[in-house]
DNA sequence: CGCCTATATGCCAATCGAGCTATATTGCTG
DNA sequence: CAGCAATATAGCTCGATTGGCATATAGGCG
């Protein structure tokens, strides 16, 4: 898991997946709708690659990308302990609310 | 909640976090636990403040930190969409392992 | 006030990463 | 095979970031 968040720190990787995540897309696909040139474009495709997050399919000169999840699942289990921090909190958001609300 | 990746992608920061989730502690415990200098966490400190990951209490010369869990709920909120998608791996696993129990 | 403790800040060296242009590679098609 | 389309790789630059050492700041204490 240690380098996920690292790959996950660029905007641009993210936008990525997000895209991927509505459908499998080849790599001209993604260029038309980021701003970024066709070979950056590959070399993040390639680390989303190596760290296991996207996975290929070749289609004559057309590569297909889609989003592989492992990753991101590791990422939520680091989270999980931190889960029922926020819980307590949203917790004790929810009985203010409810207070002011009962007024 | 843009830059939160960024900040968790530094494995010494998410070692300090690691450590505050057990309990709020001063700087100079967390330089005992770590191999690093005080400048180098206090340098951390700053960034995870920062970002809105910690907060400081202060006590004469000491500052106590604990985690301010709000940012994760972000990064817990971004991974949302994806959750189904290896949830969907896990329950096909599931039925993979039944059916060989099955046999 | 002088000194000690605890933490923060300034500055520097080294490394890393993102983006670009130019070029190589791979596969189809006439 | 020539040529086009789609993608990958190489080489480069620039800016950001990490970590360390030295030093500043702030708060007790005698």
Redesign the pocket.
Known sequence: MA?TF??L?????REILDLLRERER????L?DRL?????????????L?EAGLVE?R?D??????RVSPGPLAEIDAWLAPYRRMWEKSLDALERRLDEIEGD
Chains 1, 2 share one sequence.
Not at 9 to 13: K, N, T, V, Y
Not at 35 to 47: A, D, E, G, I, M
């Open positions: 380098s690292a790959v720190a660029d905007p641009s990787r080849p790599v001209g696909d260029v701003t970024l040139t066709q070979p950056t474009v590959s070399k993040h495709l390639k680390v690659r290929v070749t004559a000169q057309k590569r297909w990308y």
